[in-house]
């Protein structure tokens, strides 16, 4: 395969799944036969510049985008652009920007001698709590679990806990609860 072939088959695929289309759907918009985009999808075909212009056109995308060498997808977000709420003694920044059912990440810093109420999650969840700097004590269900650098704790999140650092400095710790 051609590297032209491949950035075709990648851009593509890219483009089409990014709109929610199948293969199907996109033939119809481009007036193709299904076994055209899945051939120039498989980077087994050498289309026609029609060909691209029709797909370009259906994708509204100029030609170029098409045929030019994919592009890395991220996104950089600076340091204090994600949302960051005070709570306490604490600041809980996330971590994950995107929303992701099911799923928190969290960077909390307790400062020293600070204490952090944690809320009841939904029944069945999962907390994850790893702390990485110092050292915080976890009082879940009335009982207590201290942690110290790079240790992690799972526990139910559907129960009455509490975040505590007794330590002389700031502590961080990192929570991901799973639903």
Known sequence: MSELAQYIATNLRSLRERRSLTQVQLA????????????????????????????????????????NKPKAEWTRYAAGSLATKSRGAASVSVLIPDKIPGIEFERMRITAGGRMQGSPHRAGT??????????????????????????????????????????????????????
């Open 126 to 179: 999962r907390e994850y709590l790893c702390c990485e700097t110092g050292e915080i004590t976890l009082f879940v269900n009335g009982e207590e679990v201290r942690l110290e650098e790079g240790d992690v704790v799972v526990f139910r999140g559907d129960q009455k806990h509490s975040y505590v650092n007794a330590g002389k400095g700031e502590a961080v710790g990192y929570s991901v609860v799973v639903v």
């Open 28 to 67: 119809k918009h481009c007036a193709l036969p299904r076994p055209t985009i899945a051939n120039l999808e498989s980077g087994g075909a050498n289309p026609t510049i029609k060909v691209l212009s029709k797909i370009a056109a259906a994708l509204q995308v100029p030609i170029e985008e098409l045929i």
